[in-house]
């Protein structure tokens, strides 16, 4: 539920009597003596003395909070007012100032209001609506007025069993002190659900159901945001290492095809013929072995040289003798 809580608090008109005033819990209040001099002053919460003030010298005397809690909270300003922080609800009730011998009254009455459970209220649900009122005096009414002109309820608690639509709106406590009333207020909001029904027109047109509460998309959770990056950053790891597994097959398929590469050319090498040398004739005697090592000497011939020709005939006869022997 929506939860608006207007508060407004209505102070009595200042008598010499005191004044009452109304506060939450968790607030400020100041109270005012009601003197502006004197010699002596004290203020007392229930018959208990909490602070004196020497109205001569300005000296505070408080009373130990030991004793006293609020004397904790309460602090002493321009010498005849008394600020009190962070009021409970023990706080509440009669505080006494005296000054010269003249007593003023000040009532201070706390008011909490609840609604159980917070939040917007859900057709058909239950709530619990609570005023609680410290420091009334005895045979003061507590009561609520419910919204759309519902009558009063004579207790400071309203069940709502179940929730109807008509329960939304303000909801006013209020309570009496004297002839003071005093109020306070609480909104409650009721999720009421409407739906447009589907019209035809001439044209058959169909307006579509809208829903004013209603999500289409529902923004993803923390979960599925938190798996959706866990995802991402595994596609990205596996994508790392297929990459330096490919790196690494190309490097091996580069070897092998390097090593078998030279296998090939080696075994062809080995595969070509040999080219023919020139082999030596074996020869019985060594001069003949000599003489087929060494190559021939060849005279140069000289066209229409006769002593040449004769000189070449003499040299094939020598060599066909030795041949024979």
Not at 194 to 214: G, R, W
């Amino acid at each position: 539920m929506k939860l608006i809580i207007g508060f407004g608090f209505v102070l009595g008109a200042f008598m010499a009597a005191g004044e009452v005033v109304v506060t939450k819990v968790g607030e400020t209040v100041t109270l005012e003596c009601g003197v502006d001099t004197f010699t002596h002053l004290q203020w007392c919460h229930k018959d208990v003395k909490l602070v004196s003030v020497n109205g001569k010298t300005g000296q505070v005397f408080k009373t130990s909070q030991n004793f006293i809690p609020v004397t904790a909270r309460l602090r002493v300003k321009q010498e005849t007012k008394i600020v009190i922080s962070k009021v409970t609800e023990a706080d509440a009730g009669q505080f006494t100032c005296e000054a010269d011998k003249k007593t003023y009254q000040h009532s201070l009455i706390v008011v909490s209001v609840s609604v159980t459970p917070s939040g917007v209220l859900q057709l058909g649900s239950e709530a619990i609506l609570h005023c609680g009122v410290t420091g009334l005096t005895p045979g003061s009414m507590v009561q609520w007025k419910g919204p759309a002109g519902r009558g009063p309820s004579a207790s400071p608690t309203v069940q709502l069993k179940p929730v109807a639509a008509m329960d939304g709106g303000i909801w006013q406590c209020t309570f009496s002190c004297g002839p003071e009333i005093f109020s306070e207020n609480v909104t409650i909001q009721v999720d009421v659900l409407i739906l447009q029904t589907p019209t035809t027109s001439l044209h058959s047109e169909v307006t579509p159901i809208t829903c004013d509460n209603c999500i289409a998309d529902p923004p993803p959770t923390a979960f599925q945001q938190s798996r959706f990056h866990w995802w991402k950053w595994v596609t990205l790891v596996s994508g790392c290492l297929v990459l330096i597994g490919l790196v690494i097959f190309a490097i091996i398929f580069y070897k092998k095809f390097r090593k078998a590469k030279r296998h090939f050319q080696r075994t062809n090498t080995l595969q070509q013929p040999l080219k023919p040398k020139h082999v030596v004739p074996l020869c019985d005697h060594p001069t003949d072995a000599a003489e087929a090592v060494r190559p021939p000497s060849v005279t140069p011939a000289y066209r229409g040289d006769t002593k040449g020709r004769e000189r070449k005939g003499e040299i094939e006869n020598k060599r066909k003798v030795k041949q024979r022997e």
